[in-house]
């Protein structure tokens, strides 16, 4: 299985080049020092209809599915975007489906809840989920505690029950967005912290109690405002739990295929982009009187790379293509995200030490690759923990 590149793909990759060329390319320098995206490029990508690929239309998507999102990803990258830049610009990618799906709908290739879905989820549809495909407000997921790590189950945020609201008190810890963000849909426990009970709360961020903490400074992924996050008796309404009591933990489950395929996508067009780069450079760099390329070493370090680069993506496509098709892989999901990163990280090391000096300069956009390709191991699940649902896929 594949991704079809059909007519409207291929418009849509030229609607994605024409973006990155006009909207990014000129300022992405200025974010990274910066350390964040304006506000208005969520509005200006949401005017042409980038913000809102693979949500539906009747929340105020633009239609697509888990497939378009992979091709809007993957052609930001190719087109001189990174993956900083997608983390920054499409964080509602992990803060919104939980809602979407909770309200009957379906997106990022999870079936939602059964027909008509929560009516408590339409009443987040409204309040969140629109206005931020439509540019005006940005969301952010907050999972991960400072001791906690990949262990979701283990969540020690607590959410207490007191008439019509919850009582929140922990906190977060490298949260994506959490800088700008106006809401976090946060994972809170209802009883003793194991015990799996589980719930999702979306938080305003003005809510009192509700603390933006130092702004975490990052080895990449610059342009991507991270945050750390309190909360000290924050009173959030029961409307604003996602579906019913106690399912927090397997609509996070549900979501991670689409965030793991994601992060997929950034390491190996990551890694495209790079043999890009690196293949220009040896065209147009002499030394000693000749082109780097028209040495054989060269050669064959590069079609190693292009080789290394096509296989991952051909199979991070296999599997999306499943897993938009409704098949159970999670086994699949986690063996596409490690091939792709490990492909990512050979590649990016390799590129930049094909482009000498020069590529150990923030002028040169290999540098930037390299430094943010370290978190697509980490992100979403470690590569560690990926091979431990690999191993139990294989009955170990």
């Known amino acids: 299985m594949t991704i079809v590149d059909t007519p409207e793909r291929r418009q849509l990759r030229e609607l994605t080049r024409s973006f990155v ?47 378009d999102s992979i091709v809007v990803t993957e052609e930001i990258i190719r087109s001189g975007g990174s993956s900083g830049l997608i983390a920054a610009l499409f964080t509602h990618g992990i803060a919104l489906p939980h809602m979407v799906a909770a309200a009957g709908a379906r997106t990022g290739g999870s079936l939602g809840g059964p027909p008509g879905g929560d009516p408590a989820g339409h009443h987040l549809v409204d309040r969140y989920v629109r206005p931020t495909l439509a540019g005006s407000m940005i969301g952010a997921l907050a999972i991960t505690e400072p001791d906690g790590g990949s262990d979701v189950a283990a969540i020690r945020t ?47 961020k003005d809510t009192p109690g509700f603390t933006v903490g130092r702004r975490l400074e990052k080895l990449g992924w610059h342009c991507s405002d991270t945050a ?26 549900q979501h991670f295929a689409a965030e793991r395929l994601s992060l997929a996508t950034q390491a190996y067009a990551t890694a495209q982009r790079c043999v890009d780069l690196a293949t220009r450079w040896c065209r147009d760099r002499s030394t000693f009187g000749r082109p780097l390329a028209s040495r054989q070493l060269v050669r064959h370090r590069l079609a190693e790379l292009h080789t290394r680069a096509e296989a991952a993506r051909a199979y991070v496509h296999d599997v999306a293509a499943r897993v938009a098709a409704g098949e159970p892989v999670v086994t699949e999901v986690a063996m596409a995200k490690n091939v792709a ?36 191991g980490i992100g979403g699940g470690t590569t560690e923990i990926m091979n431990e649902i690999i191993a139990k896929g294989m009955g170990l």
């Open 21 to 67: 060329t006009r909207e990014v390319l000129p300022y992405l320098d200025d974010w990274e020092r910066a350390g964040e995206v304006p506000r208005s490029l969520h509005a200006t990508a949401a005017k042409i209809g980038l913000l809102g690929i693979g949500f539906p239309e009747s929340v105020g998507g633009s239609g697509g599915d888990l497939l």
């Open 228 to 253: 750390e996050l309190s909360f000290v008796d924050v009173r959030v309404p029961v409307a604003n739990r996602i579906g019913e009591e106690d399912t927090g933990f397997l609509a996070i489950m």
């Open 158 to 204: 607590t959410a207490v029950r007191d008439g019509d609201h919850y009582v929140v008190n922990g906190s977060k810890t490298y949260i994506t967005s959490g800088i700008r963000a106006d809401f976090v849909t946060t994972a809170v426990c209802t009883d003793f912290p194991g015990s799996g009970a589980l719930n999702l709360l979306v938080i305003d």
């Open 341 to 376: 990163v490990a492909a990512c990280d050979h590649v990016v090391d390799a590129a930049l030490q094909l482009h000498g000096g020069f590529g150990y300069l923030r002028d040169a956009e290999v540098e930037r690759h390299y430094r943010d390709a370290r978190i697509l």
